[in-house]
Nanobody, 124 residues
Framework: QVQLVESGGGLVQAGGSLRLSCAAS????????MGWFRQAPGKEREFVSQ????????YYAHSVRGRFTISRDNSENTVYLQMNSLRPEDTATYYC?????????????????WGRGTQVTVST
């Protein structure tokens, strides 16, 4: 079992920044890929970014590439999502997730463990 707890969401003006954190517990993450997803009201959950814990290899959705940065801290067992140049269309609940394996995983169904989410609201 892996427990995930997100934090760091909030209300920010367009052009601003937020850093989301995802604290993981329960087992070592060396064999996992960690992902960030988001879901806006009335929309499907969409992939944002992922990081392979062991290698640090990252991947981003086209919509956030160049604005968001995913990273992990081995000592803290925490994954971060630094979000810069935020836009109103980034407004959503952001979820952290863990998928067994080390690969390129953008489908939510590939992820076994999920946090409860943190709300990000970007105002105009």
């Amino acid at each position: 079992q892996v427990q995930l707890v997100e934090s760091g969401g909030g209300l920010v003006q367009a052009g601003g920044s937020l850093r989301l954190s995802c604290a993981a517990s329960g087992r070592t993450l060396s064999d996992y890929t960690m992902g960030w997803f988001r879901q806006a009201p009335g929309k499907e959950r969409e992939f944002v970014s992922q990081i392979v814990w062991s290698s640090g290899i990252t991947y981003y959705a086209h919509s956030v590439r160049g604005r968001f940065t995913i990273s992990r801290d081995n000592s803290e067992n925490t994954v971060y999502l630094q979000m810069n140049s935020l836009r109103p269309e980034d407004t959503a609940t952001y979820y952290c997730a863990a998928a067994p394996g080390t690969g390129y995983y953008t489908a939510p169904q590939r992820y076994y463990y999920w946090g409860r989410g943190t709300q990000v609201t970007v105002s105009t």
